[in-house]
């Protein structure tokens, strides 16, 4: 079975790969090298990535004859704010970077959201790489373009698409991964399986338990297949006018949970996505449009590898008031109109807009929120 896998992501003059791969980082400097007009590598980071993998990534760089700065910022979602994207554009224009230098971003999601966007105003705009290390920044946030940064009103609203110029998507970064950080990034696999493709859905099934206790093929081959998917919906609808929504299985559910958790490690965001594609199976089923079946075979996806997919694991009430509330923030709310990404079958998702409010609660009430 493979383990280097080249996908392209196909938007024209704007087309750019991703590489999957483990041990992928020794060979950054090499594969750098071509896209830069000078030989300065700059780096953004934080603190854990930076212990864990820095000196690795800082020596394959300098090994390609590239001198390396940084920018080491504290780990967590607080660095995703006006005040981060500052520091961080700051630090760029104190360390001197160029219109023709590229920014390296090296970390999970936070990293990549937050120095992409700043890549993409910096002197209204730098090129930039994503070298992401965690199971869903690799599958998901560092392929697409989309950057931003958290307003106090709510996650990932100030931003602009920006799409890198390449991905190098480290398979072995993810052994150091936190056993919880992996379950959270499987959550998103299985969404593409659930979404799109029920043979890689019965493959995740079959193979998910030891892809995700650390066989290397297994994970290449999962992460690829993710990553595939998501390039060719990418390709099709950069910035979301139409099946690119797909994407967004299990987020309405899983965004207004995070809300009224507070986005932190009460509900990690995968979990939060993996308990909201549960409810947007079950969902289906009780509209009647979904076999039961499909949604229970769902769950049990998902509970095998560890997410949660009822409310009643997170152990503590909701309100289906307070969570619809939540799910009207929503961007792909429409006049005041729910959207939900539902499913008629197992890999077959679809945008259902002008959901009722009232079937939305009832929904909720049934699965033991609070009124
Ligand atoms: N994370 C969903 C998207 O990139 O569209």
């Given amino acids: 079975m ?10 024209g003059a704007r087309a750019y ?32 990535v930076a212990d864990l993998h820095g000196g690795r990534l800082r020596r394959a760089l300098t090994s390609a004859g590239l001198a390396v700065q940084e920018v080491i910022l504290p780990p967590g979602e607080e660095s995703k704010s006006y005040a981060g994207l500052q520091r961080l554009c700051e630090s760029l ?13 090296f970390g999970g999601g936070v990293i990549g959201d937050l120095a992409g966007f700043a890549a993409a105003i910096f002197k209204r705009g730098v090129d930039f790489v994503q070298i992401p290390t965690t199971l869903l920044a690799q599958v998901d946030s560092s392929v697409g373009g989309k950057t931003a940064i958290d307003s106090p009103q709510g ?12 991905v190098l998507a480290d398979i072995g970064l993810l052994a150091s991964l936190p056993a919880r950080q992996r ?32 066989d290397t093929a297994l994970l290449t081959r999962a992460v690829a297949r993710s990553v595939e998917m998501k390039a060719a919906i990418v390709a099709a609808d950069e ?26 490690d009460a509900l990690l965001h995968g979990e939060g996505v993996g308990l909201g594609c549960a409810l947007a199976f079950r969902f289906s089923a009780r509209l009647g449009l979904c076999p039961p079946g499909a949604a229970v075979r769902a769950a049990e996806a998902l509970k095998a590898a560890g997410l949660p997919t009822t409310l009643a694991e997170l152990g503590r009430p909701f309100s289906a008031q307070r969570l619809l509330n939540a799910m009207a923030q929503d961007k792909k709310t429409e006049n005041g109109e729910l959207t939900f990404i539902l499913a008629r079958e197992i890999g077959a ?3 259902a807009k002008g959901v009722a409010r009232e079937a939305v609660e009832a929904f909720l009430r049934a699965e033991g929120a609070d009124p």
């Fill in 17 to 48: 790969d991703v590489l999957v791969e483990p041990d992928l980082i020794d060979r950054a400097g090499s594969l750098l090298r071509p896209l830069l007009k000078r030989p300065v590598a700059t780096v953004v980071t934080d603190e854990t």
């Fill in 239 to 264: 910035r979301e006018t139409g099946q690119r929504a797909l994407l967004n299985l299990g987020h309405t559910f899983g965004h207004a949970l995070e809300t009224e958790t507070g986005f932190g």
């Fill in 183 to 214: 379950v959270s990034g499987w959550a998103e696999v299985l969404k593409y399986g659930l979404l799109g493709d029920a043979v890689f859905f019965a493959w995740l099934e079959a193979n998910g338990a030891r892809a995700l206790g650390g």
């Fill in 155 to 166: 996650k990932n609203l100030i931003g602009a698409f920006h799409q890198p110029r390449l």
């Fill in 93 to 105: 224009l104190s360390l001197g970077l160029e219109r023709s230098d590229i920014v390296v971003a």
């Fill in 349 to 351: 998702a679809f945008t």
């Fill in 2 to 11: 493979t383990t280097a896998v080249k996908i392209g992501v196909g938007l």
